[in-house]
């Protein structure tokens, strides 16, 4: 019975540590996911100031249409990128949800050895304490055979 749960435990740790791999994996795809947007966002903000300077010294209509093509690309391209942020944040979510269950898993575990080492240890003190009483008992009655 020990060593089946002494391999449960195991398996729990185990589980344990596969589940935070997993969670720091998620975490680093939406780190690398809030990266990329605030990358985007950058690259747009500094081509809105590189227009606003070539404005100023004057562009073509032709100019104007492709510039304005060009932010109008990067401002679907960072919608398309923001609609991808459920998925990162519920696959965060869900890591961090199979971790707390696998470390809940472990724990029993652990609570369930130390409960059965407990009643064990206080099976052995009874018995120990029956045989020293048992012992007593002998020695007492040999004296007062005498």
Known sequence: MDNAFEFLLEQAKDNEQQAISALTKAQGELDEFYQQVKQIEQYRLDYCNQLVERGKSGLSASEYGHLNRFLTQLDETLSKQKTAEPHFTQQVSDCEEA????????RSYEWMIEKKAKEAAMKAEKLEQK??????????SRRTRR
């Open 99 to 106: 971790w707390h269950n696998a470390r809940k898993q472990r």
């Open 131 to 140: 045989q020293m009483d048992e012992f007593s008992n002998l020695l007492f």
